[in-house]
Antibody, heavy 113, light 108 residues
Framework: EVQLVESGGGLVQPGRSLRLSCAAS????????MNWVRQAPGKGLEWVSY????????YSADSVKGRFTISRDNARNSLYLQMNSLRVEDTAIYYC??????WGQGTLVTVSS | EIVLTQSPGTLSLSPGERAALSCRAS???????LAWYQQKPGQAPRLLIY???NRDTGIPDRFSGSGSGTDFTLTISRLEPEDFAMYYC?????????FGQGTRLDIK
């Protein structure tokens, strides 16, 4: 059974950093591209970042470019999102997803002073 | 960046009725890169349709996708109570991934 479990969310002040993790199991993690998608409270879905299976190709939304960095550790079956210079508008549930066919339950990031 | 516009914003129908949800792209997109998702409150999105017309594993056949170019449609042939939810379309080339703003399907 495919499972994706996000962690690392919480309350953080504007300008600070946070690192999200996504633990994957039930599939060949090293063979699959992965994404982060977020959803602000009461709003729609917003794609955040993509990483290829081997980690060599990365794309990010303009709204997070230069602040957020996606990475992966295929030996640990884990996906990460390093979020720096956080803004109030980054407040959202962050989902990791395998090729958009399997999704985690999400982790809430709240940016507030 | 490709902008996806979904209509209507809200659709109010009764169980047993047919629903047609529209997704219009700002420029022509390959059908291979168009998907539809269902999301219920407090839950992660669920992939329904990929490649514009292919149902994902386990998706009931009352859900169907169609369209090409800039106009795509998700059709639910006979609404079941569990179908009332938010629906999003998505364009998913890795270098350019965008979602529509969503259509809320409400019980009338």
């Amino acid at each position: 059974e495919v499972q994706l479990v996000e962690s690392g969310g919480g309350l953080v002040q504007p300008g600070r950093s946070l690192r999200l993790s996504c633990a994957a199991s039930g599939f060949s993690f090293s063979g699959d591209e992965m994404n982060w998608v977020r959803q602000a409270p009461g709003k729609g879905l917003e794609w955040v970042s993509y990483i290829s299976a081997g980690g060599s190709t990365i794309y990010s939304a303009d709204s997070v470019k230069g602040r957020f960095t996606i990475s992966r550790d295929n030996a640990r079956n884990s996906l990460y999102l390093q979020m720096n210079s956080l803004r109030v508008e980054d407040t959202a549930i962050y989902y990791c997803t395998r090729r958009f066919d399997y999704w985690g339950q999400g982790t809430l990031v709240t940016v507030s002073s | 960046e490709i902008v996806l516009t979904q209509s209507p914003g809200t659709l109010s129908l009764s169980p047993g009725e047919r629903a047609a949800l529209s997704c219009r792209a700002s420029q022509s997109v390959s059908s291979g890169y168009l998907a539809w998702y269902q999301q219920k409150p407090g839950q992660a999105p669920r992939l329904l349709i990929y490649g514009a017309s292919n149902r994902d594993t386990g998706i009931p056949d009352r859900f169907s996708g169609s369209g090409s170019g800039t106009d795509f449609t998700l059709t639910i042939s006979r609404l079941e109570p569990e179908d009332f939810a938010m629906y999003y379309c998505q364009h998913y080339r890795p270098s350019s991934i965008t979602f529509g703003q969503g259509t809320r399907l409400d019980i009338k």
